[in-house]
């Protein structure tokens, strides 16, 4: 058993409770969410040590094992899921089995760890900023964050209860469909009927990655793209590419961080302020920002993100929209100077584009791609919430498309 990416591993670790669609397939669980018989780590050793023994599966936990998967193990986290890398200090950093020497991505670092190298079929973990996005994109993996509210989240350790979703990680758009389809049973209540894209995106993603979503987009989006065969048809080229400016996406990204900031302490304050020695120096870093942020603060910003939110979803209307995943390939791992500022750039550059479905609401796939160099990236297609499943159907014809069958 690899530490850094698991945490605890059996044959199975929790049996199947019915046979079902998702029969033989084995879930790597993050360590968020509850299992029946073991405590909830959060990536954290002495708040493993200090945490109750579960009595209850999570709904979504309980969802998949009646649908006849099986839990192969409990997969690390990011500590607190306060992170993007996949770094963790105390188990270690998790492999990215598609880019060897490079991080994994984060927080759903074990999860995407698992199913990238074969040892799970479904990752499932949660995506605040990115946690399910941008780990997908670093190792070549389908994965949705869901709209917000959609799945339930009780037995879930929280972040931040305003942007935390249940995201599902697989290696094909198959197996990411018929997991979602047990979380997500209910009809879709919204269908969308058209793709809108902004160019402006692409300046703040590194080179090679935008000459591989550039030329991928191109591919997918190059006859009329519908829904189903009913719908009336949205030609790319006739829709209105969105006018998304820098400030506007700075104004959500601080929007952002102030609402999760302030959530964040408030649910784990008090276990932090007794602990500071137990934690990241990174991770407490973040905690100690947050500590300062006012009630009335967050007030005010609640307000924004509000505001904020009615005006993306105003903008896509009943749209989807592709933009890139993340703003680079997968950064190296390591201890030094230049690799920590490296994942700094890259998590800063990525979550100005991964808040965009957090302030929102969102439901986003990452559809994995490859730079020239073979690397993976992703292109990110949301949709209006609610729209879960059409997005993975959206997103796996489009895939089709660019890359038909020889």
């Known amino acids: 058993m690899d530490p850094s990416i698991w945490r605890i591993v059996g044959h199975p670790l929790v049996s199947a409770i019915h046979d079902g669609p998702l029969r ?166 919204v269908t969308p009927v058209g793709v809108k894209i902004d160019p402006i995106l692409d300046s703040y993603v590194d080179e090679d990655v935008r000459i591989a979503f550039s030329q991928w987009r191109s591919a997918a989006l190059r006859d009329r793209y519908t829904q189903n065969s009913a719908a009336p048809a ?18 959500w990204l601080t929007i952002f961080n102030v609402v999760r900031g302030y959530e964040a302490w408030q649910a784990h304050g008090d276990w932090v302020s007794s602990h500071g020695n137990d934690l990241d120096p990174q991770i407490a870093s973040r905690f100690e920002r947050d500590m300062h942020i006012t009630a009335e603060e967050y007030e005010r910003f609640s307000i924004q993100f509000a505001d904020a939110r009615a005006t993306i979803r105003g903008l896509l209307g009943n749209h989807l929209f592709l933009i890139p995943t993340v703003s680079c390939v997968a950064p190296f791992a390591g201890n030094t100077d230049e690799s920590t500022r490296a994942i700094a750039q890259a998590r800063a550059a990525t979550m100005l584009l991964t808040t965009i479905a957090g302030i929102a609401g969102l439901p986003a796939v990452n559809i994995p791609i490859r730079t020239a160099a073979g690397l993976p990236c992703g292109a990110c297609l949301m949709g209006p919430s609610g729209s879960d499943k059409s997005v993975i159907a959206a997103a796996e014809r489009l895939n089709r498309r660019a890359n038909p069958p020889a």
């Open 234 to 251: 949205a030609d790319i080229n006739d829709s209105e590419e969105l006018a998304i400016t820098h400030d506007m996406l700075e104004d």
């Open 24 to 189: 033989g397939l084995g879930i790597a669980v993050k360590d968020l969410f509850a299992v029946q018989g073991f405590a909830i780590g959060v990536g954290n050793p002495q708040f493993l040590s200090e945490a109750s023994i579960q009595e209850h599966h999570a709904s979504a936990v309980r969802l998949l094992l009646e649908a006849g998967a099986h839990v192969a193990g409990i997969a690390q986290t990011d500590e607190f899921a306060y992170s993007l890398s996949g770094v963790n200090i105390h188990y270690g950093a998790a492999p990215n089995p598609a880019a060897p020497g490079r991080i994994s991505g984060g927080s759903s670092s074990g999860p995407a760890a698992a199913v990238s190298s074969g040892q799970a079929q479904i990752g499932l973990g949660t995506d605040t900023a990115g946690s399910i996005r941008v780990p997908a994109a670093y190792q070549g993996l389908w994965g949705i964050r869901t709209s917000s509210g959609r799945v339930r989240r009780d037995g879930v350790h929280p972040l931040s209860h305003s942007f935390d979703t249940v995201g599902i990680l697989a290696r094909d758009a198959h197996t990411l469909a018929i997991t979602a389809e047990q979380l997500m049973p209910e009809p879709d209540s």
